[in-house]
């Protein structure tokens, strides 16, 4: 089992940038995968970014060249650095990892709210 912490998000205007940050309680070198997803008011959530054990990444298209996320298996925490934020990027920004052992195991955290204004 896996406890995720987000923190980092807040009020923003467009333009500006934003880290955020998710805190495993254990090991993160271990977990297969870990990732961001984000959900606006009205609608489904959705993924934004994600990494591998092994550093592979993976970005949804409407943040490409924008955000990037990292990992660090020292301090067991991953981030997601959103540069050129728009007012669309509004939303609650939760922090996901899946472990793989006979089955897929997937952990959320709470979640931190990111609002970007015009």
């Known amino acids: 089992q896996v406890q995720l912490v987000e923190s980092g998000g807040g009020l923003v205007q467009a333009g500006g940038s934003l880290r955020l940050s998710c805190a495993a309680s254990r090991s993160i070198s271990s977990i297969d995968s870990m990732g961001w997803y984000r959900q606006a008011p009205g609608k489904q959530r959705e993924l934004v970014a994600s990494i591998t054990s092994g550093g592979s990444t993976n970005y949804a298209d409407f943040v490409k060249a924008r955000f990037t996320i990292s990992r660090d298996n020292a301090k067991n925490t991953i981030y997601l650095q959103m540069n050129s934020l728009k007012p669309e990027d509004t939303a609650i920004y939760y922090c996901?990892?899946?472990?793989?052992?006979?089955?897929?195991?997937?952990?959320w955290g709470q979640g931190t709210q990111v609002t970007v204004s015009s």
């Open positions: 996901n990892a899946v472990i793989i052992i006979l089955s897929r195991l997937t952990y």
